[in-house]
């Protein structure tokens, strides 16, 4: 059974840098792909970053572009989020997903396993 457990949220004031980390676990031989979600109070779920199971393709949300940079080991089980020039519209709880479509797409409905969520706090 495939599981993914993020780590590394946390407070930082506008403008820092804060990495998210992604382990994933029962992976075996499947073509999971990778994806980072995050959900403000009040707000829809969001897309932020998705990583193909080849590597092949990273895509990013528009809000997040040229900030943040997803990237991932060669065993594909570990992954970071590495979020720079944070603003306090990045706060949010961020979930790491799989995707078993194998294409990190920003659509959420294709990621079947998901984290519980780590919060990360900006302010200004």
């Known amino acids: 059974q495939v599981q993914v457990v993020e780590s590394g949220g946390g407070s930082v004031q506008a403008g820092g840098s804060l990495t998210l980390s992604c382990v994933a676990s029962?992976?075996?031989?499947?073509?999971?792909?990778m994806g980072w979600f995050r959900q403000a109070p009040g707000k829809e779920r969001e897309f932020v970053a998705g990583i193909s199971w080849t590597g092949a393709t990273i895509n990013y949300g528009d809000s997040v572009k040229g900030r943040f940079t997803f990237s991932r080991n060669e065993a594909r089980n570990n992954g970071w989020l590495r979020m720079n020039s944070l603003q306090p519209e990045d706060t949010a709880v961020y979930y790491c997903a799989a995707d078993n479509y194998g294409l990190g797409t920003n659509s959420w409905q294709n990621y079947e396993v998901w984290g519980q969520g780590t919060q990360v706090t900006v302010s200004s």
């Open positions: 029962g992976l075996g031989h499947s073509t999971y792909a």
